[in-house]
């Protein structure tokens, strides 16, 4: 890998333990002000104060980065969208360039793609096509990747997740954000198998803290290089101390039972 981008891959991942905590909150564009985003600049400065690694904002977001008073975390550039109102949800295009992500500042870019959905194939065009971007440029790419749509498998199995896991990494990704296998050994042969960071996908919002603490527990000991959770830090009814704990739990400061155990005492 070149300089420049190594130089900014040490910004977003934690160097002491090579793990990254990415708070997404771009799910504005895609389904509104949904509880957590209906306040915009509460929900970026809830990833500064809650010590997020980085976080993942469209272009109209970076406005409620000027005047904060705290050292940022990374930011990534989302470069994809589509809307729940348009025919076809699973359709990501793109809106912003890999130029543009360093014209604002951004330490690297993210990507969405959707395998199995009907303009699969447009989706790995444009994947393509940033991924060469960010070579020439030398900018970290996210890729998102999910297998969702008319010709995804349903339910989900392990085997399409492991591929999908290929496919970020032969196309460019630096960090791979996917949903996780419900059985943790199907995770370590993916991370196993991965010669970038797998990090695991929230979700949809959590009923219960504990249970989803220890999720993201197994998973690292399944080998995850870190976690991409939205809805269940920004609807958490503590935000900031939910994805305090989380952190401390990704860096290997506390166990899943301690951060549980300190939520309570917190409440």
């Known amino acids: ?33 949904i509880p957590g985003l209906q306040q915009m600049d509460q929900a970026v400065r809830t990833g500064v ?17 000027d005047g904060l ?7 990534f550039l989302h470069l994809s969208a589509s809307t729940q109102l348009g025919p076809d949800f699973h ?15 951004a ?35 996210l890729v998102m990747i999910y297998v969702r749509g008319a010709y995804a498998p349903n339910p989900m199995t392990d085997a399409a997740l492991a591929h999908a896991a290929r496919v970020a990494a032969e196309l ?11 059985d943790p050994d199907n995770l370590a042969r993916i991370t196993a198998g991965s010669p970038v960071p797998v990090l695991v996908a ?13 999720r993201i527990e197994q998973a690292l000991s399944a080998g995850a290089g870190g976690v991409a959770i939205g809805r269940n830090v ?8 939910f994805l305090k704990l989380i952190a401390a739990l990704v860096h290997g400061h506390l166990s899943a039972v301690e951060a549980a155990a300190r939520l309570r005492a917190d409440a």
Request: positive net charge; proline residues 6%; charged residues 25%.
């Open 1 to 33: 890998m070149s300089t420049g981008r190594t130089l900014r891959l040490k910004r977003l991942v934690n160097p002491e333990d090579g793990r990254i905590v990415v708070l997404p909150l771009d799910h504005g564009v895609s389904c509104g002000p």
């Open 49 to 65: 104060a809650g010590g997020a690694d980085a976080m993942v904002l469209h272009k109209g977001m970076f406005r409620y980065l």
């Open 69 to 75: 008073p705290h050292r940022l975390p990374g930011l």
């Open 91 to 105: 359709h990501k295009v793109l809106v912003g360039t890999v130029e543009e992500a360093l014209r604002r500042g």
């Open 107 to 141: 330490d690297g870019v993210s990507v969405h793609i959707n395998l199995g959905a009907r303009e699969e194939r447009e989706m790995l065009l444009d994947l393509g096509r940033v991924g060469t971007a960010c070579a020439e440029w030398q900018l970290p790419l």
């Open 172 to 182: 460019g990704a630096d960090l791979i954000k996917m949903p996780a296998p419900r």
């Open 202 to 214: 929230g979700g949809g919002k959590a009923g219960d803290s504990g249970e989803f603490l220890l």
């Open 234 to 241: 920004f609807q958490h009814e503590r935000p900031v101390v």
